[in-house]
């Protein structure tokens, strides 16, 4: 009884350990970076963040290498065809 009781203790903390180094830490991580965006300060600086990386884009004058622009056009041009609508050109 006593070696049953030993080895079920070592089985649960084995499995206990092996949950809290894979699983558990990414759910850690995942309910940290909820917790992060409920607070009011960190949203203001989630948004001042991306309107100032809004404003260094449209100051550039050209915002896409010739590739992204190649890449985006052919994938855009593939949603208008799939969704059947018609260009206003």
Not at 26 to 39: A, W
Request: hydrophobic fraction near 35%; charge should be positive.
């Amino acid at each position: 009884m006593r070696t049953f009781i030993l080895k079920t203790f070592t089985i649960t903390f084995a499995v206990f350990i092996l949950y809290k180094l894979t699983i558990g830490r990414e759910i850690e991580t995942f309910s940290k970076n909820i917790k992060s965006l409920t607070n009011q300060h960190s949203r203001i600086e989630i948004k001042q963040k991306i309107l100032s990386e809004i404003k260094k884009g449209s100051e550039k004058e050209r915002i896409f290498s010739d590739e992204e622009r190649d890449t985006l056009s052919k994938f855009l041009k593939k949603i208008v065809t799939e969704l059947d609508l018609k260009s206003s050109n």
